[in-house]
């Protein structure tokens, strides 16, 4: 098995001097030495000819397969997957990285999970069907993939299967995850609005089962919101800042355990109605790319994704500046980094960029003083692009970038 050849076999190393450890006794005997030197030979010989002559034809069937689900792998177009430990990092070598394979859930090469999440579009899995566990994994995953009516590809081949080209995010957390027997329809049935906000009221005309989904809107690519529910819900309700444009187009679709559901996508308009008057009730509106507050290591932290938009929603007087406090979830100081990566962000001010900064595991400062903001009109929206994203442990179902620690707007004078 893989597991007595990747620990024991170094073993073999050790018989030569057990084995040897005789000849002292004999080494004044030309005949005796040359005896048990031939038998010695004879025995090792007799005892792993056989196995190695099996064992070779065991390697060039096993060459044969990977030949053909590497040529398999190349057809679909797709340079980055996920598989198995065993699977991946074989695959990847022989095709000299031409094919990049992250290995799950054992990760021993960061690199490779940083470059599929960063730089491919669509989720590709890999299988083994001889696999008991893989196989099941993969029936459980096509079942799931089906009940929810995505779009994807399949393909089989010599004891492999293959699920790419699926659209979304796929968390291979959900391998096992239940497969729920209706999918909720939301239908909005009405928006009304405040003075800093919108809400968004539905209908879900399918209930069922006490299941968690998640309903993601977005708003002309400004504003970006989300909230879960459950299946057995009537009615659904979630509040939006409101944007800037009085006139415009957003969609909504579901999510399940992060996978988005494509048949659920649909569209609407929205148009102010009117002028309200009254005192805005913050400083900022958070209007996409903004997660939830997890706890972390005592401390509470707002996730944020790859691209995160706030407008301020007040005049910044001369003697006042912006700051935001930025930590990294990506730990590249760490040797397994090699030293070769870091997080930035690029910071927009009304969709010009005015500059770059890293961010470290420690808290970060960015700031922006009023000769960024003082001249701007009502409303100037800050865009943080950051360079990288990744899954993690904390927040299984997110695409996590950077976490903000706390964002203020605050004299720039030193404090006497």
């Not at 057990?18 to 030979?41: D, E, N, P, R, V």
């Not at 391998?175 to 329809?185: H, L, M, N, Q, T």
């Not at 009117?274 to 005592?298: C, D, T, W």
Request: hydrophobic residues 40%.
């Amino acid at each position: 098995s893989r597991y007595l050849i990747r620990y024991l076999y170094p073993l073999i190393f050790c018989l030569p001097p057990l084995l040897l450890s005789g000849i002292h006794i004999i080494k004044k005997s030309k005949i005796l030495f040359t005896l048990l030197g031939i038998i010695l030979i004879a025995c090792f010989l007799s005892a792993n000819i056989t196995g190695y002559i099996t064992f070779l034809k065991k390697v060039k069937e096993n060459h044969l397969h990977y030949t053909e689900l590497i040529a398999s792998l190349k057809n679909t177009g797709k340079k980055y997957w996920i598989a198995d430990y065993w699977i991946a990092y074989l695959v990847t070598a022989l095709t000299g990285e031409k094919i990049v394979v992250d290995s799950w859930p054992v990760n021993r090469y960061y690199p490779y999970r940083l470059f599929k999440y960063n730089w491919e579009t669509t989720e590709n899995f890999i299988f083994s069907l001889n696999e008991e566990t893989q196989r099941l994994q993969y029936q459980s995953l096509l079942k799931l993939i089906q009940a929810l009516g995505i779009n994807f590809r399949q393909k089989e081949i010599d004891g492999y299967g293959l699920i790419y080209d699926l659209e979304g995010t796929l968390y291979p957390q959900i391998y096992y995850g239940p497969v729920p027997e209706k999918i909720p329809d939301l239908i909005l049935s009405e928006i009304l609005e405040t003075q800093d906000e919108i809400i968004l009221n539905f209908n879900n005309r399918v209930k069922g089962e006490d299941i968690v989904f998640k309903l993601v809107i977005n708003l002309a690519d400004t504003v970006h919101g989300w909230k879960y529910f459950s299946l057995a819900d009537d009615k659904v309700s979630i509040k939006l800042p409101k944007p800037s444009k009085a006139d415009l187009t957003g969609h909504y679709h579901l999510e399940y355990m992060g996978l988005k559901i494509s048949p659920s996508l649909k569209t609407f308009s929205f148009r102010e109605t009117s002028a309200l008057e009254g005192k805005n009730k913050s400083e900022f509106i958070f209007l996409k790319g903004f997660g939830p507050i997890i706890e972390l290591q005592k401390k509470k932290k707002r996730l944020l994704e790859k691209e995160v938009k706030l407008a301020i929603r007040r005049q910044i007087k001369a003697d006042e500046c912006l700051k935001i406090y930025l930590s990294s979830p990506f730990e590249f100081s760490h040797l397994h980094w090699y030293g070769k990566f870091s997080q930035e962000v690029d910071l927009y001010l009304n969709e010009k960029k005015i500059f770059s900064q890293e961010i470290s595991n420690e808290p970060t400062l960015i700031k922006l003083g009023a000769d960024y903001l003082k001249d701007l009109n009502y409303n100037p929206i800050i865009t943080m692009k950051f360079k990288y994203h990744s899954a993690f442990s904390f927040a299984p179902f997110w695409k996590v970038a950077a976490f903000l620690e706390k964002i203020v707007i605050e004299s720039s004078q030193p404090k006497s």
